[in-house]
Every structure is written in C-alpha cells, then in structure tokens.
C-alpha cells in the first residue's frame, strides 16, 4: 500500500538513532511529519546522546531513548518488544533505515502491525527506490516520505535548539574551526597544523578563531589556540544548541566533515567543509547556498591557501 492517509494516524513513532550529523539532517522530515500529522501524538525513538537534543524540538511529544538490546540480551530485547507493541501506533517512519531499525519492524510481530515507512521486508510503506543508496541523505529522506504521502520536506531547521553564547564573551567577528571527528576514522581529518595556520589568518586580519568539538578533541584545541593570538578555545565547553547559536553569529565556519558542522551550518553558517576520501560529500555534506565544500583523496594534500581563498575576508 502506498499513498497517504485514508485515516488520520493518532499514534506515530519516528526513529532516528545516529550519527550526529544524520540526526541533524533528520529534522526536517521530522518537521514534515509533525505538519503531516499535526493532532497526532509522535514519539521518537533515538539513541542517548540526542535525546536532550530531541526533546526540545517541536516535532515530537515523546522520546525514547534505545537501549540498543541485542539477542545476548534477551530481558532487554523482550521489554523493548512490549514497549513497542503497548505503543500502539497507528504509523512508524524508520529515518534510521538499517538493519537494527528493521528488526524493529519484525520485532513487533506476530499480530497487528502498524504502518512502516522504511527498507524493512513487508512494510506497507517499503521505500525500494534502487538508487537510495546513491542518493543524498536529504533526498533520500525526502523521495521516502513523498511515497508515504508526505510532500514538501524541507532543509533542517535548528533555530529552536539555540543556546545562550553570551556567556563566552566571544569578540563580534570570529571564525569557527571544527577540527575534529571520529576517532576511529583519522583521514577525516585535516591536519591540526593547518587548522592553526588558518586560525594565525584569521587572527592577522582582525577575526578571533573559535575552536570548538568534543572534550576529546580538547588537545587539538590547545595546539591551534597556542599559534593565534586572540583564539578561544571551546573545545569540550559547548552544547548541541551552543553550536547552532554559535553558527548564527560566525563570519564563517570551517571543518571537517563531522557532526558540530552540520549544527553549525543548520544554525545558518556560511561554511567550508573538508572531505577526504573516506566519505562521500555527494551523499552526507550539509547544504546550503553558502556551502562550500573541497575534496581531496588525502586531506594533508589539501593546501591552507585554498581553505583560505574561501574565507569572506582578507
């Protein structure tokens, strides 16, 4: 069955686990689903670093935080089946669409299932579409939820997620330096001592760079702080919504492709994002008319004046 509601649905759940980036780029199916369904009641079932994050959102009523049981946990997995199947819901849009969020689908068997928009086998809503995996994840959301019967998906949208930066006393013009990423996948990452190169730039013509990423990236803060006069380093201080706040107020953003800079771009950015060949910019880059984005197979090979050239000023 394909098309959109003969009945209005009273109950949905949304899943959307991880990473960072691809919950941020979830948002504006969610708002698309929030405006498909707006008197129904929508729970959201996400992984545990998102959950405050997803709870000051406008889309969901509920959020569920998931445990993650496996079959060597089986009292895990029995109390998230129950917890699925007293849910009740009358429609589930899987955003997550692998192979954990499909087992979902047959755990909540035997007996009446709901309505699933997803890849899972037998869903009523089975997104099939052959190119989905050479598609955007934007686009691939959005062409989902055009077969589930909702239209109009929009870029995501975090304004309601924007912190308070006052509290830094940041200078007016700053430049934000994401040099950070995942841990386990170091070609991500341009060398730390470009990153400070820029930053010595960026201080040269009058602008502060901001440092910012995860405690764990707190050493790479130090090194690029320690070669820019005037630098602030925030590594391990900010919040998901100080990010969005933060990208508001910037001149420009750089980094590399990870999680802080799809909040940062969400938050309204112009922005460079650096990609290797470890990922494909075609499928996950954040968009946006002020995006640009450089590509080199190894990043080191990347050189600090063509970063640079992409800077709105001196």
Partial sequence: MN??????????????????????QAMGPAAAIRAHHRDAAITLLTAAPYAALARAAPYFDRVWVDERPGLVRPLALLRLRRRLRDGRFDRVYDLQTSDRSSFYFRLMAPGRRPEWSGIARGASHRHANAARDRMHTLDRQADQLRLAGIAGVGPPDLSWAAGDVARFRLPPDILLLAPGGSAHRPAKRWPAENFARLAARAASAGVAPVIVGGAAERPLGATIAAV????????GATSFGDLVALGRVALHAVGNDTGPMHLIVAGGASATVLYSAASDPALTAPRGGRVTILRRDDLAALAVEEVAATLPFG
């Fill in 3 to 24: 098309g959109g509601d003969p009945v209005p649905a009273r109950r949905i759940l949304v899943i959307k686990l991880g990473a960072l980036g691809d919950f941020v």
């Fill in 228 to 235: 820019a006069e005037g630098a602030r380093d925030l590594t």
